[in-house]
């Protein structure tokens, strides 16, 4: 690996100087908050993902159990049709969220 270092004479004054590491001091520092806003923001997209995936672990709860008593005896009329809602709303949700998932991912590079 080459490293070049070049050194410049500056006939500058102490203020000159000074007032462009000031500025350099400012342009990190905005640096900075969009860093503190970007981690922020991932954070909370982190959370809904985990949240979004608490709720995906109740429906397989939900429907593993409402599976387990189809199997033990059967349901009424009535309850079939709220089973029949369930899968339905279930399956209405992940093409949503399929849906999203493939709209807000970008193409992989080079593609």
Do not use: W
Request: aromatic content about 4%.
């Amino acid at each position: 690996m080459k490293f070049d270092h070049y050194v410049h004479s500056c006939n500058c004054s102490t203020h000159e100087i000074q007032d462009k590491l000031d500025l350099i001091l400012r342009k990190l520092g905005i640096v900075q908050q969009k860093e503190n806003y970007i981690m922020a923001t991932l954070d909370e997209a982190l959370a809904v993902v985990t949240a979004e995936s608490t709720v995906d672990d109740s429906i397989v709860a939900l429907l593993e159990q409402l599976a387990a008593q189809i199997k033990a005896g059967g349901l009424s009329a009535a309850d079939q049709a709220k089973v029949d809602a369930i899968f339905t709303s279930a399956t209405n949700n992940s093409a949503k969220i399929a849906t999203a998932v493939t709209a807000n991912t970008p193409a992989a590079p080079g593609a």
